[in-house]
């Protein structure tokens, strides 16, 4: 069996994909497996309701053994996760990697991206304390009508707990899986006449980056260890969101708030549409500069709201 699945990683592949834009991918999926290990052996002393959730995070910072590195490396993993994911489909629309017959494919990716962000939205949640609550109820805002599905504020951490530890770790299998798999059956690239095999070559490759990554999430683990958590009632809550949350919290800011949720869903829209757009706005030279505008639009324009938000 170990046989066949080193044989079904055997394809070739394009040499050009051997350098670092080509092995986000993989980084990303690298980090996934640290986050269901580390989130796991989380998972056996957390408790998920309101007044229990800060509680057991607390104990796990400063009375279980090893508890504030498991945690740290969780969070730093986290970041680099979500890093890496925006790296590569930022390195995927660039390179135009939605063309025919990669739209599935395509898809596949917006659905991870969405999955990325939506579990380090809920792993957010989940620590319970002020700040956590307040980023929570700012989030909210942004799911429109879905919030209904979120129930009263008591019940939002034991559904958002499910939603974590549950129902995104097998949404993101899923579709993780699917995106492999059309990966290997279109190729990473076209038209390439130089290739390599993706095993031993670009599979060492990629787990080589990916284990820098996990070194430097262990490092920024040890370096910047957790603080204790507030579990004071009164505590004074910032709900300044992690650094990913930048743009759609600077959004809210900007346009009023029945606006906010309709504005992700059309970039939602977008972006799963990108593949046939592009390829019509590829017909004429006029509409190839629309395309190029639209681009930095998808690219930067969460770049300028999150660097707006973080210098304001
Ligand atoms: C099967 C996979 C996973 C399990 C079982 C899991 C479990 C948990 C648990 C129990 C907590 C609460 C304890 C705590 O806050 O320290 C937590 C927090 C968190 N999780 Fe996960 N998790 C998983 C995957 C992920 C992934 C893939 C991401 C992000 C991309 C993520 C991001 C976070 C974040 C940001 C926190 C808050 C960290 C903190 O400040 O303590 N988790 N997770």
């Known amino acids: 069996m170990a046989l066949g699945a080193v044989g079904r990683?055997?394809?070739?592949?394009?040499?050009?994909?051997?350098?670092?834009?080509?092995?986000?991918?993989?980084t990303a999926m690298v980090l996934f497996a640290v986050q269901v290990v580390t989130g796991l052996l989380l998972a056996s002393r957390y408790v998920p309701t309101p007044t229990g959730a800060p509680?057991?995070?607390?104990?796990?910072?400063?009375?279980?053994?090893?508890g504030w590195f498991v945690r740290g490396v969780h969070r730093a993993a986290a970041s680099l996760m979500v890093a890496a994911v925006l790296l590569h489909f930022a390195r995927a629309l660039l390179g135009g990697a939605g063309a025919p017959p990669r739209q599935v494919t395509w898809l596949t990716g917006v659905g991870l991206l969405v999955l990325t962000l939506a579990f380090g939205f809920s792993g957010y949640a989940l620590v319970g304390d002020a700040d956590?609550?307040?980023?929570?109820?700012?989030?909210?805002?942004?799911?429109?009508p879905l919030r209904a599905l979120c129930g009263a504020p008591r019940e939002v951490i034991g559904r958002l707990y499910v939603l974590h530890v549950a129902a995104l770790p097998v949404l993101a299998l899923a579709a993780g899986l699917a995106h492999v798999v059309l990966v290997r059956?279109?190729?990473?690239?076209?038209?390439?006449?130089?290739?390599?095999?993706?095993?031993?070559?670009?599979?060492?490759?990629q787990a080589f980056v990916g284990a820098g990554a996990v070194t430097i999430a262990v490092a920024i683990a040890l370096l910047a260890p957790p603080a204790p958590v507030v579990t004071d009632a009164v505590a004074v809550a910032?709900?300044?969101?992690?650094?990913?949350?930048?743009?759609?919290?600077?959004?809210?800011?900007?346009?009023?708030?029945?606006?906010a949720a309709p504005l992700l869903v059309v970039a939602c829209v977008l972006l799963c549409a990108w593949p046939w757009l592009e390829a019509r706005l590829a017909r004429g030279p006029r509409l190839k500069i629309?395309?190029?505008?639209?681009?930095?639009?998808?690219?930067?324009?969460?770049?300028?709201?999150?660097?707006?938000?973080?210098?304001?």
């Open 55 to 66: 509680e057991s995070v607390g104990v796990i910072t400063q009375a279980v053994a090893f």
């Open 9 to 26: 990683l055997a394809f070739a592949v394009p040499r050009e994909i051997e350098r670092y834009p080509f092995a986000l991918g993989g």
């Open 132 to 144: 956590a609550v307040a980023a929570t109820a700012v989030g909210l805002q942004l799911m429109g």
């Open 238 to 259: 910032s709900p300044r969101p992690e650094w990913y949350f930048l743009p759609p919290y600077a959004l809210l800011k900007l346009v009023p708030r029945v606006a």
């Open 290 to 312: 629309a395309a190029v505008a639209l681009r930095a639009v998808l690219l930067l324009g969460p770049l300028a709201l999150a660097l707006w938000e973080a210098l304001t």
């Open 185 to 205: 059956r279109h190729s990473p690239a076209e038209g390439e006449p130089d290739t390599i095999p993706h095993w031993p070559d670009h599979t060492l490759f």
